[in-house]
Each structure stands twice: as structure tokens, then as C-alpha cells.
């Protein structure tokens, strides 16, 4: 695209409008890879695609700091082109990025995966940079009005998290993708419009291209791989897929195969009697299997569901009210219905999965949520537990891992507040007298799920006072999966008998139960050792404590401040396991979790070459890193890495009270990024009191009495509506937020008045930062806690200011940026 300077005049002011859309299509291709890359990878992949985002911001200020001696007089130009490119690139790099054959199982064994993981962030870093480069042109540009640019950035961000969201439930992620493209070649026409070109067409050509962009020839699909539970399903002889649909939540894929039935009953006796029933195949996000159930209103078609470790609890109990948490496609609804269950209530997430069962698939299962007996909610199962007043005899978790993915290590970064003790602790109160809670978990060996399920079950015990837990705890274990049972009461000796006959008559093994004996274990399914009954042993003993410490995986119990239950990974251990993998023993690696350290250092090294060296590289043209220059440096590096702490923390904790995941995302990135922005805006009117002092004073008490005051907060206002639940969080969020929009543009104005050759330098750095933090705040999530990261965030927050504040004025600023 030719843009002269005859069409592009000198524009007198940013364009305000153009950054707002740019801004809102860049965190929305954010937001959205996260959704594709959980399609056609794994779910992980969202921290890359954050760290990628911030990588870009963090490069474009070392390569406009680099050129900006030729973009002199070239905004308009610059600015469209890299508008441009954006919209272009962020089809095209994501085409080429899901074809690269990158393989997470495979990291470390294979040498080519780090690389092919690499070429992965880079293809992907470039919109990004594209977008980035926009931003900061406009802040060296207009640097008088860069309090007006960043609130319009970060409020044009906030309204794009909530806009894409909307949109997924509305569009495929493919077509959303096109949608994201076009308002990036948009916000290009929208600043020739604002800039006042003195010729139309490259803005017709723009609108033009957008147009095309979002028709159905540009589409494409989706590339799986090879390695999920969709693509393999695919391969069975005669396999087709039935149904597709897809929203924020997941997207759906129905498979059936004429010629080789698919059976998937988890924990199912291998001296079951009875026929397993017809089934298709439902897939999350082309890995999460669950599956949908040929039903006719017989129950006696389906006595083999009471062949599952799973049918224990409900030959405990006569008739129970039970509460399903995690329905999928309705198996443990109709194990329930089997068991002559008087009323079952069951939670499910995803709309769409309720509508497969009774709509599209109707005839096929019998609707079973439709039945009198059967209620089905809409809903997050843990908000569902903490705002419920209903009391149950049976609560049952279900199991909607993947086998191969569990197996495999890739859920040890999801935060599951399923699974943590606070949640027990919840479903223990929701229990009539004489009720229990049943979970049932993948068997691995060595011992992990089943081992941190009973710690975690002992702990939220003891938590309720209970002076011997051990005489209210059951568990079982069959061939695949391990089946824990907790009661609110101890079990008596009529119940231990029914639970020898159920575990004899099915081939189950006895993990536990009040007065096992060494030689009742390990019958059936043996293992080389007892292990799971020795486990259990331990951590009802004395030194609990030290088993904990010495185990050779990590089985503490998941608490709400540490909610990853699945991560089992010891640092310790890795030696040892990497010695074992050419003996079979790769699935013991959590490739989850090493993918994520992996992406850590390609951050590390990403930022390194774009920002470090440069710096570096400047010093034999009169750039020296010393004084002013290194402060500057600290300075907007600790800010990026406190905001980006703060956000993620503030993201897991508001899931408790939203009770969903997706709305916590949404709300917390909106609340956070317009109010940010309006900080921003209005910290340069009220100069005189938004002094950095001040300002990182407040955000450190602000966040201190968060910390100490929201958890209390959300249980008190955990039984209002939902509706009211957002404007209220919104208000929550808005002071923190509101206050650090301004550290950043006050730490700007300071150099743009005095250095403005280091506008580029500064927004540099903070992006390169905040690519770290990025996944930093995880790891430290994950091995120390979320309020931990807030108060590390809030140090980061409040030193720089005092460190850097006094050296922002003097003879110092007479340091040359580099050229």
C-alpha cells in the first residue's frame, strides 16, 4: 500500500479510535488463540500465548527505539502499515503455526520439539509486534497526550475481552479468528480517517479487504493433533463425525463408528456380566471424552453401570438424593436412575453438552435430564456447591479427565477447585446425616491421583474436627481407577461387609477401610507392591507429615490458594525419571508443566536478545547502562511484572466467587484494563495528588486488605444472584485497578519531558517484563501460592517507586538514549 506523505499529512493528534480497536482486536487474538490452541494442542499453551503478546510489546520498543530516526515524519505511515500487518499476519501466522508438527510429548527426548516449539512463539510473536509497534509510535509521537493514548489502549483491551467472548458464542473460533483479522485492517482505515488522509482509497482498499477477509473462502480448518483423543477416535474403522458445535466453553464434537463401537465406562469390572450399552463418543475441546448413552427408559439395559467402582456408594445407601457434579453426557445420571436414586441433581457446565443430550441426540438417549426425577443446572459445580442450600445423601464428582492426557501429566497447570481441600470441606456440609462424597480418580502407577485424593480427603476432615478420620474414609480400586469414599459419620460393620461382597463379586481391590489387614490388599489387579494401601497407611499415621515430605512426587493435598491438584512433579525426582525414559517411564513427567518451563526460557531469552543486548550492543555510541538509564530500567520492569502478578491472581480468585472460569477471565481483564486505562486518563488531571509516592502507597494497603478481606467477602455474598455478582466485582477490582493505570504513564511523562528518545526503551521493558511474569506467576502459584504473588507483586509495586522516584530529576538525565 502506497501511503505518501501528500496523503498522509503531519497528523495534528493520535488516533484515539484506531487505538481502541487495534487494541480490543489484539487482546481479543490473545484471548482467542487460547481457545485454538486448547482445540488443537492442549490448554497449557495459554500461557505461551500471553508471554507472546507481551514479547511483542517488549520487541517493538527496541526496534522502534532502533529506527526512529527514519520514522521521523512517518507516523501515518508506519502506523497503517503495521495495522495492516496485523490484520494479515494474524490469519496467516496462525495458519502456519498449527501445522508445524510440534509434539508436547515429546520435548524431551526428541531435540527438534524445543525448536519446533520456537518457530511456534515466533510465527505467533508477530502480529503482536505488529499491534505493539502502533501503540508505541503513537506514545513517541504524541508524547504531551500519552496519559489520552493509554487509557484509550487499555480501555480499548478491556472491551475486547468482553467482545470476544460474546462473539464465540455466536461464531466458530475459526470465523472469529476472521472477525479479529478484519477489525485489524478496520482500525487501519479508521486512522486515516482520523488523521485526515487527503485521499480515500487505501481506505476503501482497507474495507475492501476486511470484507473479503470475512467471508467463508478465507476460512480453514482446524488442524487436531495427532495425539488427542479426537484425531485417534477419527482413525477408528468407519468413524464419522455426527455433530460439531463450539462456544467460549469448549467446542463439542459428536463421533460414532458403526464397525467398532466406542466403549468408554471408567472403572468398569473385568467380570462384568452384562452388555455395555450402545454409546457415542463426545469430545471437549477434542481430548475430554465423555459419551452419550443409548437409552430407552429400561434400566435394566443398564446393569452394567453398577459393574463401575463408582456403583459402590450407592449400595451404601437406600434411594439417595445425589448431586452429580460434572453431568457431561449423562453416565452417572443414568447410574443414579439404575440405582433407584429418589432425586438427582445434576451440574453441568456447558449448555451445549445439556443440548446435545436433550436435543440434537434426543432420541438416542431417552433425555435423561428431562426425567422426573432429574434436575439439570447450568453451572460451575464448585459455585454450584457454595451457593446451593439443597442437603444430599450422595455427592458424587465425576470423572471427565482424559485418560491419556491425565496419564500424561498435560492438566498439572490447570487450577481445579474440584479437588482442593476447602471444596471437600463444602460438600461435607451439603451432606444429610449418614450421607457421603464419592471420587472417583484415573489409577496411576506409581500412586499420585489416588494418594492425593486421600490426603486431601483426611485434611478436610481434620479440618471439620474430626479426631479419626480414618474411620469415616473407604476406597477401592479396580484395573483403571480408583474410587474414595467420605463419610460424615464412621462407617459401621454393615456397611465394610457390603463393601467386601461389592469389591469380591467385581474383582475390586480394597485400598482402605477402618481395620483393613495387609493381606485383604492387592488381590485382583496386582501390583508389584501394596502401594496404595501402604500410601493410605501413611497418611493416616503418625508421620503423615514426613510421608508427605518424602514422597517421591508431590501428593500434598490442593488447597484454594494452591488449587493444582494435578501437578505431582518434585524437582528432585527429575533425575531419576529422566533416567527411566527409554524404560517406559516418560508418562511419570508432567509435559504440562515442562512445556510451560520451556516457554519460560524462550521468554527469557526472547527478552534477552530484543531488549539486554540492544542495550548492550549501544554502548559504543554513547549509550551507557549506569544511573538514570538502569533505574529506568528497573523501574518499568518491576511495574510490568506487578501488574501482569496482580492480574492473574486476581483471575484464580474471582473463579471462587463467579463460580466460572470463563466470566472470572472476562470480568477481571475488562474491570482491570478500562479502569487501569481511566487511572491513566485522569492521574494527568489530577497531577497533584497522583504523585508515585502516594500512588504505590495506596496500591500496596489496597492489595494488602484484599488479600486479608475478599476471601471473607465472597463467603458472605456467595448466595446472591449471579447477575449481581459481575457489577459487583467490577466495583471490587475498580480502586486496585483504577490506581494502577497510573505508575506507568507518570513514569512515561517523567521521561518523555526530560529523555523522550526513551519512550521506546521504557515501553520495551515493561512489555519484556510482563513476559516473563507472565508465566513466572504460575510456576510461583503452583509451588507457593496466589496470595504469596500478590504480595511479592505489591514489593514490586512500592520499591521501584521510592528506589527511582528521587533519580527521575538531576543531573542524571543528561545520559544519552541509545541511538
Given at each position: 500500500?502506497?501511503i505518501?506523505?501528500?496523503?498522509?499529512?503531519?497528523?495534528?493528534?493520535?488516533?484515539?479510535?484506531?487505538?481502541?480497536?487495534?487494541?480490543?482486536?489484539?487482546?481479543?487474538?490473545?484471548?482467542?488463540?487460547?481457545?485454538?490452541?486448547?482445540?488443537?494442542?492442549?490448554?497449557?499453551?495459554a500461557?505461551?500465548?500471553?508471554?507472546?503478546?507481551?514479547?511483542?510489546?517488549g520487541?517493538?520498543?527496541?526496534?522502534?527505539?532502533?529506527?526512529?530516526?527514519?520514522?521521523?515524519?512517518?507516523?501515518l505511515?508506519?502506523?497503517?502499515?503495521?495495522?495492516?500487518?496485523?490484520g494479515?499476519?494474524?490469519?496467516?501466522?496462525?495458519?502456519?503455526?498449527?501445522?508445524?508438527?510440534?509434539?508436547?510429548?515429546?520435548?524431551?527426548?526428541?531435540?527438534?520439539?524445543?525448536?519446533?516449539?520456537?518457530?511456534?512463539?515466533?510465527?505467533?510473536?508477530?502480529?503482536?509486534?505488529?499491534?505493539?509497534?502502533?501503540?508505541?509510535?503513537?506514545?513517541?509521537?504524541?508524547?504531551?497526550?500519552?496519559?489520552?493514548?493509554?487509557?484509550?489502549?487499555?480501555?480499548?483491551?478491556?472491551?475486547?475481552?468482553?467482545?470476544?467472548?460474546?462473539?464465540?458464542?455466536?461464531?466458530?473460533?475459526?470465523?472469529?479468528?476472521?472477525?479479529?483479522?478484519?477489525?485489524?485492517?478496520?482500525?487501519?482505515?479508521?486512522?486515516?480517517?482520523?488523521?485526515?488522509?487527503?485521499?480515500?482509497?487505501?481506505?476503501?482498499?482497507?474495507?475492501?479487504?476486511?470484507?473479503?477477509?470475512?467471508?467463508?473462502?478465507?476460512?480453514?480448518?482446524?488442524?487436531?493433533?495427532?495425539?488427542?483423543?479426537?484425531?485417534?477416535?477419527?482413525?477408528?474403522?468407519?468413524?464419522?463425525?455426527?455433530?460439531?458445535?463450539?462456544?467460549?466453553?469448549?467446542?463439542?464434537?459428536?463421533?460414532?463408528s458403526?464397525?467398532?463401537?466406542?466403549?468408554?465406562?471408567?472403572?468398569?469390572?473385568?467380570?462384568?456380566?452384562?452388555?455395555?450399552g450402545?454409546?457415542?463418543?463426545?469430545?471437549?475441546?477434542?481430548?475430554?471424552?465423555?459419551?452419550?448413552?443409548?437409552?430407552d427408559?429400561?434400566?435394566?439395559?443398564?446393569?452394567?453401570?453398577?459393574?463401575?467402582?463408582?456403583?459402590?456408594?450407592?449400595?451404601?445407601?437406600?434411594?439417595?438424593?445425589?448431586?452429580v457434579?460434572?453431568?457431561?453426557?449423562?453416565?452417572?445420571?443414568?447410574?443414579?436412575?439404575?440405582?433407584?436414586?429418589?432425586?438427582?441433581?445434576?451440574?453441568?457446565?456447558?449448555?451445549?453438552?445439556?443440548?446435545?443430550?436433550?436435543?440434537?441426540?434426543?432420541?438416542?438417549?431417552?433425555?435423561?435430564?428431562?426425567?422426573?426425577?432429574?434436575?439439570?443446572?447450568?453451572?460451575?459445580?464448585?459455585?454450584?456447591?457454595?451457593?446451593?442450600?439443597?442437603?444430599?445423601?450422595?455427592?458424587?464428582?465425576?470423572?471427565?479427565?482424559?485418560?491419556?492426557?491425565?496419564?500424561?501429566?498435560?492438566?498439572?497447570?490447570?487450577?481445579?477447585?474440584?479437588?482442593?481441600?476447602?471444596a471437600?470441606?463444602?460438600?461435607?456440609?451439603?451432606?444429610?446425616?449418614?450421607?457421603?462424597?464419592?471420587?472417583?480418580?484415573?489409577?496411576?502407577?506409581?500412586?499420585?491421583?489416588?494418594?492425593?485424593?486421600?490426603?486431601?480427603?483426611?485434611?478436610?476432615?481434620?479440618?471439620?474436627?474430626?479426631?479419626?478420620?480414618?474411620?469415616q474414609?473407604?476406597?477401592?480400586?479396580?484395573?483403571?481407577?480408583?474410587?474414595?469414599?467420605?463419610?460424615?459419620?464412621?462407617?459401621?460393620?454393615?456397611?465394610?461387609?457390603?463393601?467386601?461382597?461389592?469389591?469380591?463379586?467385581?474383582?475390586?481391590?480394597?485400598?482402605?477401610?477402618?481395620?483393613?489387614t495387609?493381606?485383604?490388599?492387592?488381590?485382583?489387579?496386582?501390583?508389584?507392591?501394596?502401594?496404595?494401601?501402604?500410601?493410605?497407611?501413611?497418611?493416616?499415621?503418625?508421620?503423615?507429615?514426613?510421608?508427605?515430605?518424602?514422597?517421591?512426587?508431590?501428593i500434598?493435598?490442593?488447597?484454594?490458594?494452591?488449587?493444582?491438584?494435578?501437578?505431582?512433579?518434585?524437582?528432585?525426582?527429575?533425575?531419576?525419571l529422566?533416567?527411566?525414559?527409554?524404560?517406559?517411564?516418560?508418562?511419570?513427567?508432567?509435559?504440562?508443566?515442562?512445556?510451560?518451563?520451556?516457554?519460560?526460557?524462550?521468554?527469557?531469552?526472547?527478552?534477552?536478545?530484543?531488549?539486554?543486548?540492544?542495550?548492550?550492543?549501544?554502548?559504543?555510541?554513547?549509550?551507557?547502562?549506569?544511573?538514570?538509564?538502569?533505574?529506568?530500567?528497573?523501574?518499568?520492569?518491576?511495574?510490568?511484572?506487578?501488574?501482569?502478578?496482580?492480574e492473574?491472581?486476581?483471575?484464580?480468585?474471582?473463579?471462587?466467587?463467579?463460580?466460572?472460569?470463563?466470566?472470572?477471565?472476562?470480568?477481571?481483564?475488562?474491570?482491570?484494563?478500562?479502569?487501569?486505562?481511566?487511572?491513566?486518563?485522569?492521574s494527568?488531571?489530577?497531577?497533584?495528588?497522583?504523585?508515585?509516592?502516594?500512588?504505590?502507597?495506596?496500591?500496596?494497603?489496597?492489595?494488602?486488605?484484599?488479600?486479608?478481606?475478599?476471601?471473607?467477602?465472597?463467603?458472605?455474598?456467595?448466595?446472591?444472584?449471579?447477575?449481581?455478582?459481575?457489577?459487583?466485582?467490577?466495583?471490587?477490582?475498580?480502586?486496585?485497578?483504577?490506581?494502577?493505570?497510573?505508575?506507568?504513564?507518570?513514569?512515561?511523562?517523567?521521561?518523555?519531558?526530560?529523555?523522550?528518545?526513551?519512550?521506546p526503551?521504557?515501553?520495551?521493558?515493561?512489555?519484556?517484563?510482563?513476559?516473563?511474569?507472565?508465566?513466572?506467576?504460575?510456576?510461583?502459584?503452583?509451588h507457593?501460592?496466589f496470595?504469596?504473588?500478590?504480595?511479592?507483586?505489591?514489593?514490586?509495586?512500592?520499591?521501584?517507586?521510592?528506589?527511582?522516584?528521587?533519580?527521575?530529576?538531576?543531573?542524571?538525565?543528561?545520559?544519552?538514549?541509545p541511538?
Open positions: 500500500m502506497n505518501n506523505p501528500r496523503i498522509a499529512p503531519a497528523p495534528t493528534g493520535p488516533p484515539l479510535y484506531s487505538i481502541a480497536l487495534l487494541s480490543a482486536a489484539a487482546l481479543a487474538y490473545e484471548i482467542l488463540l487460547m481457545r485454538l490452541f486448547s482445540i488443537i494442542q492442549w490448554h497449557h499453551f500461557y505461551m500465548m500471553i508471554s507472546l503478546a507481551l514479547l511483542g510489546y520487541a517493538s520498543g527496541t526496534f522502534l527505539a532502533l529506527t526512529r530516526r527514519w520514522l521521523e515524519g512517518r507516523f505511515v508506519a502506523y497503517v502499515v503495521n495495522a495492516t500487518l496485523f494479515v499476519t494474524a490469519l496467516v501466522c496462525f495458519r502456519l503455526a498449527q501445522v508445524v508438527p510440534f509434539n508436547a510429548l515429546e520435548i524431551l527426548w526428541d531435540p527438534r520439539q524445543p525448536l519446533w516449539l520456537l518457530l511456534i512463539f515466533l510465527l505467533l510473536f508477530i502480529p503482536f509486534f505488529c499491534v505493539a509497534n502502533c501503540i508505541c509510535l503513537a506514545f513517541s509521537q504524541f508524547s504531551k497526550q500519552l496519559h489520552r493514548v493509554y487509557c484509550f489502549d487499555l480501555v480499548g483491551a478491556g472491551i475486547g475481552a468482553v467482545a470476544i467472548i460474546g462473539l464465540l458464542f455466536i461464531a466458530s473460533p475459526v470465523m472469529a479468528l476472521q472477525v479479529v483479522a478484519a477489525a485489524g485492517l478496520l482500525s487501519a482505515a479508521v486512522a486515516l480517517r482520523e488523521c485526515r488522509a487527503q485521499t480515500r482509497g487505501p481506505a476503501l482498499v482497507l474495507l475492501l479487504t476486511a470484507a473479503v477477509v470475512l467471508t467463508p473462502a478465507v476460512g480453514f480448518s482446524l488442524q487436531v493433533s495427532q495425539f488427542k483423543g479426537l484425531s485417534q477416535a477419527l482413525r477408528v474403522l468407519d468413524a464419522k463425525q455426527l455433530d460439531q458445535r463450539s462456544s467460549p466453553l469448549g467446542q463439542l464434537t459428536t463421533v460414532a458403526q464397525t467398532v463401537p466406542f466403549r468408554h465406562t471408567p472403572g468398569l469390572s473385568l467380570n462384568t456380566p452384562a452388555p455395555i450402545e454409546q457415542l463418543a463426545v469430545f471437549t475441546d477434542a481430548d475430554g471424552l465423555s459419551v452419550l448413552t443409548r437409552f427408559g429400561e434400566l435394566e439395559k443398564l446393569a452394567y453401570l453398577d459393574y463401575q467402582s463408582s456403583a459402590l456408594p450407592y449400595h451404601l445407601l437406600d434411594e439417595p438424593a445425589v448431586l457434579l460434572g453431568a457431561g453426557g449423562g453416565a452417572d445420571v443414568l447410574q443414579a436412575l439404575y440405582h433407584r436414586a429418589s432425586r438427582v441433581d445434576a451440574v453441568e457446565l456447558n449448555p451445549q453438552m445439556v443440548e446435545l443430550v436433550n436435543g440434537q441426540f434426543a432420541d438416542f438417549t431417552g433425555s435423561p435430564y428431562q426425567l422426573p426425577a432429574v434436575t439439570v443446572f447450568n453451572s460451575e459445580a464448585r459455585g454450584f456447591v457454595t451457593a446451593s442450600t439443597n442437603r444430599y445423601d450422595l455427592v458424587q464428582v465425576a470423572l471427565l479427565d482424559s485418560f491419556s492426557a491425565s496419564s500424561a501429566g498435560l492438566y498439572a497447570l490447570s487450577e481445579n477447585y474440584l479437588y482442593t481441600v476447602e471437600f470441606s463444602e460438600y461435607l456440609q451439603k451432606l444429610q446425616p449418614g450421607g457421603m462424597i464419592s471420587i472417583t480418580r484415573w489409577t496411576k502407577t506409581p500412586p499420585r491421583d489416588g494418594l492425593k485424593i486421600f490426603a486431601t480427603a483426611v485434611a478436610a476432615l481434620q479440618h471439620a474436627g474430626v479426631a479419626e478420620p480414618g474411620l474414609l473407604v476406597m477401592i480400586r479396580s484395573w483403571n481407577t480408583s474410587t474414595l469414599l467420605i463419610k460424615n459419620e464412621a462407617f459401621n460393620n454393615y456397611a465394610i461387609n457390603t463393601l467386601k461382597i461389592f469389591c469380591r463379586e467385581r474383582w475390586f481391590d480394597l485400598v482402605y477401610y477402618p481395620g483393613i495387609a493381606n485383604e490388599a492387592n488381590h485382583y489387579n496386582q501390583l508389584p507392591e501394596p502401594w496404595f494401601f501402604e500410601g493410605a497407611g501413611h497418611l493416616l499415621g503418625p508421620a503423615d507429615a514426613a510421608f508427605l515430605d518424602d514422597y517421591k512426587f508431590n500434598h493435598p490442593a488447597t484454594d490458594n494452591r488449587p493444582y491438584f494435578s501437578h505431582f512433579l518434585k524437582w528432585r525426582t527429575l533425575p531419576e529422566l533416567t527411566l525414559s527409554e524404560r517406559g517411564g516418560m508418562p511419570l513427567l508432567e509435559w504440562g508443566y515442562l512445556v510451560l518451563i520451556t516457554t519460560l526460557v524462550l521468554a527469557l531469552l526472547a527478552s534477552l536478545l530484543l531488549v539486554l543486548l540492544p542495550l548492550w550492543l549501544g554502548r559504543g555510541r554513547g549509550f551507557r547502562v549506569a544511573g538514570l538509564s538502569w533505574r529506568i530500567m528497573v523501574y518499568f520492569a518491576a511495574i510490568g511484572t506487578a501488574f501482569m502478578f496482580i492473574i491472581a486476581f483471575i484464580q480468585k474471582f473463579i471462587l466467587f463467579l463460580h466460572h472460569p470463563l466470566y472470572a477471565i472476562s470480568v477481571v481483564l475488562c474491570a482491570f484494563l478500562v479502569f487501569a486505562g481511566l487511572g491513566s486518563l485522569l494527568a488531571r489530577w497531577h497533584k495528588w497522583f504523585t508515585l509516592p502516594r500512588v504505590s502507597v495506596a496500591i500496596g494497603g489496597l492489595s494488602v486488605l484484599y488479600i486479608l478481606f475478599l476471601p471473607g467477602l465472597f463467603e458472605n455474598l456467595v448466595q446472591i444472584p449471579g447477575v449481581f455478582k459481575i457489577p459487583l466485582s467490577i466495583l471490587l477490582i475498580a480502586p486496585l485497578a483504577f490506581l494502577m493505570g497510573a505508575p506507568f504513564p507518570l513514569g512515561l511523562d517523567v521521561v518523555s519531558k526530560s529523555l523522550p528518545d526513551w519512550i526503551w521504557a515501553w520495551g521493558i515493561n512489555g519484556c517484563a510482563s513476559v516473563v511474569s507472565a508465566i513466572l506467576a504460575t510456576l510461583l502459584a503452583i507457593i501460592g496470595v504469596f504473588v500478590v504480595m511479592l507483586a505489591v514489593l514490586l509495586m512500592c520499591w521501584p517507586h521510592w528506589f527511582c522516584h528521587g533519580s527521575f530529576k538531576g543531573k542524571s538525565l543528561r545520559e544519552k538514549p541511538t
